[in-house]
C-alpha cells in the first residue's frame, strides 16, 4: 500500500494544477442533480445530534424538541424569507456539487489516499472501509489499468460514524466524514468546506508562538480556519477514534490519529483551495457528551427554562424560524382597558 506522505504535500500539488472541475461542468452537473434530488425529496428531519450543527445548537430548542415532539423549524413565509432560503438554497447546492466533484475527482483517483467505503459503480455492492487500494479485483497498483479500473468500477463513498447513547436514540451522535486521509503510518480526518473566494483569500497564517525568529523547521499550517469548522472536524476524529476503539469500526490503528486537516474550496472558483492542519483534541466530544447528557437532565426534569438560549430576543435570526420562540419569548398583548367604575357602583374590597 502506498501512503501519501504528507496531506499538505498534496494539497500544496493540487494547488499548482487544475482539478477539471470547473472546465468540463462537472459543477453544474452536479448542481442539477442535486436540484432534482431536492425537488423530490422531502425536508430530513433527524433527531439525533449532527457533529455539522452541534457547534451553534441552541440547547433550549435541543429541550423543547424533546418535551414536545416538534422536530421541524417553522415555514418561511415572506416574500424575503422566501428569496433568501432560494438563495441560500442555492449556494448549498453549489457548494455540496464542488465538495462532491472535488472528492470523487481529484481526491479518490489517487492511490492509498483516502479510507472509507467504495460503491461498486454497476452492482452497488459497498465495500469498505479500506483504501482504494484494497478493493478487490483490481489491476496491479498505481497501472494505468489500475487508475481506469478505479474510475470506471468504483465510487468513494463517506464513511458513517455514530456515538450511540445509553440516553436513547434521540440522544446519539452521529455523521459523515468527508475522508479519512493516510499520512504515513499513521491517519487524519479531512473536513471539506466551500466558502466564497474572498473568504477564501481571507484566510490567513497565523503568526507562531515564536514570530519573529527564524524557525528551523516553521509549521506551515498555522492558520485561521473558522473555529465551528476545527470543533467539527475534531469531533469526527475522536467519534471515529471511539469506534475504531470498541471495534464499531476497523481498520485503523485507533491510537494513531494525527489530526484533522480543514480544506477550504472556493465556491466561486472550484481550483482555488487552502489546507489547514490541526492536532487531536478529544475536548470537543468531550464537552458535546456533556452538553448532551445536561440536555437529557433538563428533559427529565421538564425545566427548559433552565438551559440556555441562543438568541437575545424574538428578532435574534435563529428565533426567526424556531417554533419554541413564543416559549422563551411570549408575545406582548397589550392589556385590555379597564371599564371606569360608574359612579353608585359598588365594589367589593
Ligand atoms: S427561540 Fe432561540 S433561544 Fe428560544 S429555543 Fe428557539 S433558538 Fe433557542
Given at each position: 500500500m502506498s501512503f501519501i506522505t504528507d496531506l499538505a504535500t498534496v494539497a500544496a500539488e493540487l494547488s499548482g494544477q487544475q482539478s477539471g472541475i470547473t472546465e468540463n461542468n462537472e459543477v453544474l452537473k452536479r448542481i442539477r442533480e442535486g436540484e432534482h434530488k431536492a425537488a423530490k425529496r422531502p425536508g430530513r428531519v433527524s433527531k439525533r445530534f449532527n457533529p455539522s450543527k452541534l457547534f451553534f445548537m441552541c440547547q433550549t430548542k435541543e429541550v423543547y424538541r424533546r418535551l414536545e415532539g416538534v422536530w421541524e423549524d417553522l415555514p418561511r413565509r415572506t416574500p424575503k424569507q422566501v428569496n433568501d432560503e432560494v438563495a441560500l438554497s442555492q449556494l448549498g447546492l453549489a457548494g455540496s456539487a464542488i465538495h462532491d466533484a472535488f472528492q470523487d475527482r481529484?481526491?479518490?483517483?489517487?492511490?492509498?489516499l483516502l479510507w472509507g467505503l467504495w460503491v461498486h459503480r454497476d452492482t452497488g455492492d459497498v465495500v469498505g472501509p479500506?483504501?482504494?487500494?484494497?478493493?478487490?479485483?483490481?489491476?496491479?497498483?498505481?497501472s494505468e489499468e489500475w487508475h481506469q479500473a478505479l474510475a470506471e468500477n468504483w465510487r468513494y463513498r463517506e464513511l458513517a460514524v455514530r456515538i450511540e447513547s445509553p440516553l436513547g436514540e434521540s440522544y446519539a451522535i452521529s455523521g459523515r466524514i468527508d475522508g479519512v486521509v493516510a499520512v504515513e503510518d499513521q491517519w487524519e480526518v479531512l473536513e471539506i468546506k466551500t466558502v466564497s473566494d474572498d473568504y477564501l483569500r481571507g484566510l490567513r497564517r497565523k503568526p507562531g508562538p515564536e514570530a519573529g525568529q527564524l524557525l528551523l523547521?516553521?509549521?506551515?499550517?498555522?492558520e485561521l480556519p473558522r473555529t465551528r469548522d476545527i470543533f467539527q472536524a475534531r469531533l469526527y476524529a475522536s467519534m471515529l477514534t471511539r469506534a475504531l476503539e470498541t471495534e464499531l469500526v476497523s481498520g485503523l490503528d485507533a491510537t494513531a490519529c494525527r489530526g484533522v486537516t480543514i480544506l477550504y474550496l472556493s465556491r466561486d472558483n472550484p481550483d482555488e483551495r487552502r489546507a489547514f492542519h490541526f492536532p487531536v483534541d478529544t475536548h470537543a466530544l468531550t464537552h458535546q457528551e456533556q452538553q448532551i447528557q445536561l440536555i437529557h437532565h433538563l428533559v427529565s426534569d421538564g425545566t427548559p427554562e433552565l438551559a440556555m438560549k441562543r438568541c437575545k430576543n424574538r428578532s435574534s435570526s435563529p428565533a426567526l424560524f424556531c417554533p419554541f420562540k413564543d416559549h422563551c419569548f411570549p408575545k406582548k398583548t397589550r392589556g385590555k382597558k379597564q371599564p371606569d367604575i360608574q359612579d353608585g357602583q359598588e365594589t367589593l374590597e
Open positions: 481529484v481526491l479518490a483517483p489517487i492511490s492509498g479500506c483504501f482504494n487500494t484494497e478493493l478487490p479485483g483490481m489491476p496491479p497498483e498505481g523547521e516553521p509549521d506551515p499550517f498555522m
